[in-house]
């Protein structure tokens, strides 16, 4: 098989209203909300950045300069860590904004996964990209994405990131029913999205990290809205599937979901437990917390 074309690309879908961590989210972007001392979003453009991927692509609403904000240049406050000699904090403030080329495509409405990579297009062109949604942070080694295209170099067609979950859980997710091939790797026969557990094909689930090809777009288009009015992406992937491959491959690391409140909290306790300047600190933050709940 012939080297297939380097996946230089990453989309991050943002355009979202973030409803499930109201009000928190009403003015500030829900990929900005804090896992300690890092936006969420910042997770997953390290870990693209850590993965050879350095062109990021954000799926944005009108109006939501934020994100682009926070990816920018910040001089006045470079300046001022420079003069105080914080050069830790200047060196983590600089690396990501050096180097990234961000660009930015506007999605009117949010109107599902689907539609948000569809808009993507005209950034993307004709070549393949990966997406990642910045809700799933994932702590890996090597990174999610890198894992993924180890696999695309061999395989040379789409791949989905996916991982087990309870049977009780798989409603709430995509799910693939694949061939085994052997150390993680599937071949996909079918996708269901939200499937009952009752007739969900498997347990694998996908989650937030896909490689695509450009062939994704018109199968996209082909696919339309559901009932509800969104454009689901793993439609347009059981639609791509029938015209060629798709592979995908389970996760080897911790994914943390900070779409949701409880997934938030979860993730912000996981990361301190990693943290060098608070993880000595939790274990008697708990006990102290437990402690104050029986005094009440």
Known sequence: MSTPPTVRKVVFPAAGLGTRILPATAVLPKELLPIIDKPVIQFGVEEALASGLSQIILVSSPGKTLLEDH?????????????????????????????????????????????AVLVSRELVDDEPFAVALSDDVIDADPPALRQMLTVYD?????????????????????????ESLGGGVFKVRDLVEKPDPAEAPSDLTIIGRYILTPDIYPALEATGYDAGGEMQLTDGLRRLLETRPIHAVELDGIRQDAGNKLGYLRAILYFARKHPELAGHLPELLRTLESDDALT
């Open 71 to 115: 990816f920018d240049r910040h001089p006045e406050l470079e300046e001022i860590l420079e003069r105080r000699g914080k050069s830790a904090l200047l060196d983590g403030l600089r690396d990501v904004a050096t180097q990234m080329e961000l660009s930015t495509v506007f999605q009117d409405e949010p109107l599902g996964l689907g539609h």
């Open 154 to 178: 061999e395989v040379g067609g789409p791949v989905l990131l996916v991982e087990r979950v309870p049977r009780d859980a798989v409603s709430r997710y995509g799910v693939i029913d694949g």
